[in-house]
């Protein structure tokens, strides 16, 4: 499998403070994105990263790739209660005519007041 | 951003029934979705890649029997869990490609019983 490993795989912090999770993957990848999941919830895109890039800024989002070592880094600065949730980066790989989705483990956010 | 919607959201059955998913793109025509299974706390797992007017494509392991897809409309997937049993019990979430990314559902929770 080529899943991803996500660490830390839970992550509690205050409002305020800022959250970083990490995500190592395993082979070549045409890009990475990273999905926000609320519980019992669908997911929802956050940011993509293509395997060119080193860095992508979004609001408060963001996120660095590392292709060397196959990984990547997405912080959230100046979190807010809201942002709570689970975290979950997908690597996207084509093969031919297909593209395929593979995501991590997953990092459980927790902000507090 | 695209909307793919599920239904039904939440599914509660007998053990040894059959259960058909529905997951509709309802902005952008899609030539191919996707199915995953999430179990509690854990990432997404493909199941299978669903092409309009083709066979599906299965992930290792899965059973493509028991889990029955349909692609017979450019909007429309279904996946239809056969002969349901517990260890069925899981979210089901859909995504459909875009230009650029996969849109996600909100996904639907089978409870077999």
């Known amino acids: 499998s080529q899943q991803g490993e996500e660490d830390p795989q839970a992550l509690s912090i205050q409002e305020g403070e800022n959250a970083t999770m990490n995500c190592s993957y395993k082979?070549?990848?045409?890009?990475l994105q990273w999905y926000r999941q609320n519980s019992g919830r669908g997911l929802v895109h956050l940011i993509l990263?293509?395997?060119?890039?080193r860095e992508k800024h979004s609001g408060r989002l963001r996120v660095t790739l590392d292709t060397s070592k196959k990984s990547s880094s997405l912080l959230i600065t100046a979190s807010r209660a809201a942002d709570t949730a689970s975290y979950f980066c997908?690597?996207?790989?084509?093969?031919?005519?297909?593209?395929?989705?593979?995501f991590g483990t997953g990092t459980r956010l927790q902000v507090t007041l | 951003g695209a909307v793919v919607s599920q239904h039904p959201s939440r599914v509660i059955c007998k053990s040894g029934t059959s259960v058909k998913i529905e997951c509709r793109s309802l902005d952008f025509q899609a030539t191919t979705m996707f199915w995953y299974r999430q179990f509690p706390k854990q990432s997404l797992m493909l199941m299978a890649t669903?092409?309009?007017?083709?066979?599906?494509?299965?992930e290792q392991g899965v059973e493509k029997d028991k889990f029955l897809i349909n692609h017979a409309s450019l909007t429309l997937s279904t996946l239809t869990v056969t002969s349901a049993h517990p260890e069925d019990s899981s979210f089901y979430i859909c995504?459909?490609?875009?230009?650029?990314?996969?849109?996600f559902g909100p996904g639907t929770r089978l409870t077999v019983l």
């Open positions: 995504s459909a490609r875009g230009a650029d990314t996969q849109y």
């Open positions: 990263i293509r395997s060119n890039e």
């Open positions: 082979t070549s990848i045409n890009n």
């Open positions: 997908a690597t996207a790989v084509t093969t031919g005519t297909a593209s395929k989705l593979t």
């Open positions: 669903s092409n309009e007017g083709s066979k599906a494509t299965y």
